[in-house]
């Protein structure tokens, strides 16, 4: 593609960004409304409405304004939102021990992918038959990139947990790892994080229902949507998440893309972009991205 196609509408970033997030994703100049068309476009003009309401932030540069993940645990819930300070919310909790750990010892670990190793809280399910977990002192942890499950991890294990499993993790120890008898794989081919911290900002309960809905609506159409009972591997997973920086750049879009070992973190989506961003991103083995301006980070991840 020339030139002129490559920077068309890339707005806020400059040549040097647009070559750095094309070492993670290829940036194309499609018409994306012309690839991916809403099928509902009175819905979607409705949803784009809500939208135009919000006071967000359009013209600082977006590129670099996060940090990408060399750890993310992000712990279950079944919560779409959360007090202040999220990984707190339940002194004692799992999350909580992670998050004090995570931020006692993150300056240990200078090795990895990625520059920031973080604890999110989300809306994934727990088990809520289980007394334990209700009380939030045992649970399954997600932890990406690697697309691996903690399973059952108990709060008074959390640091020795934590001190083996994590330099494991930094050098992709993956065989290692799986031979553990509490490490399982995740089946999932991509999950994206929206925020939904309304407790935090407002914007974000607003705008993280919104394009949740139209998510599933996209995934169902490719046969990659899961609903909590659904156990078939390769879906895609789109589920809330806590605070994660930068609220004025609502809505806040994070994904981990295991076919291409990728992270993408845009900013500033709005629902006329989901249809492009599940047909571009998700579906295929190979993500392509339109926008270069909306990219907040990138990340590649070595092959597992």
């Known amino acids: 593609m020339g030139l002129l196609s490559l920077f068309k509408g890339s707005g806020n970033v400059s040549k040097q ?11 194309c100049d499609r018409e994306c409304e012309d690839c991916a068309p ?54 004692g909790s799992v999350q909580h021990k992670i998050a004090t750990w995570v931020e006692d010892n993150k300056s240990r670990f200078p090795q990895g992918e990625g520059e920031n190793m973080s604890c999110n809280v989300s809306s994934l399910p727990i088990d ?26 108990e709060v008074g294990h959390v640091n020795s947990q934590l001190e083996v499993l994590v330099p494991l ?3 992709n120890q993956r065989d290692e790892l799986l031979a553990l008898d509490n490490i399982e794989e995740a089946k999932e081919r991509s999950f994206v994080f929206l925020c939904s911290h309304k407790t935090r900002d407002k914007r974000c309960g607003i705008t993280a229902p919104i394009l949740q809905k139209i998510f599933w609506q996209q995934l169902k159409e ?29 809505a806040n879009v994070i994904m981990y893309l295991k076919p291409s070992h990728s992270l993408i973190w845009l900013g500033r989506v709005a629902p006329r972009h989901i249809p492009a961003i599940v047909e571009l991103m998700i579906v295929p083995e190979k993500p392509q991205l339109p926008w270069p301006e909306k990219v907040r980070c990138v990340q590649k991840y070595s092959s597992w």
């Open 38 to 91: 809403a099928e509902d476009v009175a819905e979607m003009e409705k949803d784009e409405a809500k939208f135009s309401k919000l006071k967000v932030e359009q013209d600082a540069s977006l590129f670099g304004s996060s940090k990408s993940s060399k750890l993310h645990f992000v712990v279950p819930t079944s919560q779409t939102d959360w007090e202040h300070d999220a990984c707190y919310e339940k002194k």
């Open 222 to 250: 490719n046969g990659l949507y899961r609903d909590a009972s659904d156990f078939r591997p390769d879906g895609c997973t789109v589920a809330f998440v806590n605070h994660v920086g930068g609220h004025k750049f609502a």
């Open 128 to 153: 809520m038959l289980d007394i334990e977990v209700m009380r939030g002192t045992k649970n399954d942890v997600l932890v990406l990139p690697h697309f691996l499950w903690i399973k059952s991890l």
């Open 169 to 171: 993790l930094l050098a």
């Open 17 to 27: 960004d647009v070559a750095k997030i094309e070492k993670v994703v290829e940036v």
